[in-house]
């Protein structure tokens, strides 16, 4: 009993003040117009795709950005095989708006994985690993875009 009063009650004051996450409304009041990209392809171009499908909105800027992975081991067994490895991301960013630099940002993501006998499905583990982490990073840049140019 107490504990439904409980619920009831965190979801009425939810309701009542509107909440809202930050990156759940789709409507943003920026777009990116040019998207400039140095460093690892294959993450340049997910966090270019991401940017760019964000397009909506009357403010317009250009971002340059410069990526980095970083693939270390962080165990090994006795044999000097890795058993665990450390992936990271770094990202350094410049937004422009009519070719002037407004904003300089970093972004840095990273995860701690096993090792996999298999190395197809290590190589396709670490794909989805890359995925998602250069997924958050566009979402951190969309996030300070949003904060600064209110």
Do not use: W
């Not at 009425?12 to 690892?40: H, M, R, T, W």
């Not at 960013?93 to 904003?103: S, V």
């Amino acid at each position: 009993m107490n504990k439904s009063i409980v619920i009831i009650l965190i979801f009425i004051l939810i309701q009542a003040c509107s909440y809202e996450p930050l990156l759940a409304s789709k409507k943003y009041d920026f777009q990116f117009i040019e998207v400039y990209s140095n460093g690892n392809e294959k993450i340049n171009e997910i966090i270019k795709n991401n940017l760019v499908r964000k397009k909506s909105g009357n403010k317009k800027y250009d971002i340059k950005f410069t990526t980095k992975k970083i693939k270390e081991i962080v165990s090994s067994n006795q044999k000097g095989d890795p058993t665990i490895y450390k992936l990271k991301i770094e990202t350094s960013y410049t937004i422009l708006k009519k070719g002037n630099e407004i904003f300089n940002g970093k972004a840095s993501k990273q995860t701690i994985y096993n090792n996999i006998n298999d190395k197809f499905e290590l190589l396709q583990h670490e794909e989805n690993i890359i995925n998602n982490l250069a997924s958050n990073i566009s979402s951190e840049i969309i996030l300070s875009t949003v904060s600064f140019s209110k």
